[in-house]
């Protein structure tokens, strides 16, 4: 089975909101990080396998949209996929909504690549991690 996206429920805890009872904005990174290891767990693919073969998956760009705030006690869908790869880079798009799917809240996106853990040297994810490739190109099709 070929997946596309994954969904992520999160429901919004009064410690991730603020004075207003709105979540506080840096909240959003956290549950598009939990939408993106949701996602790559259901393509077959873990962080901690890359970490014990002594690298890492740096963010190195963020994109956020704030369309409307999330409120304590909403639960919220976070949509990750893969919205372009070439080999190097990749890049997640992500929407956070209501459950109910009506209300979009956020959009964003982040780019990552990666590098040996000792010394941040990049590597290329077709060669270095060709399981990861193959599970990309896929999710893109």
Known sequence: MIVKYHESTIVVRYAETDQMGI???????????????????????????????????????????YKQAMKYG???VVKTWIKSYDGFRVVYGYEIRQQDGEQLHITGETEHIAVRKDDFKPVSMRRTFPKWHEAYLKAMK
């Open 23 to 65: 979540v506080y904005h840096a909240n959003y990174l956290v549950w598009m990080e939990i939408g993106r290891t949701e996602f790559l767990e259901s393509i077959g693919l873990r962080y901690f396998d890359m970490e014990q073969e002594g690298y890492i998956s740096p963010v190195l760009d963020v994109h956020l949209s």
């Open 74 to 76: 909403q639960t919220a």
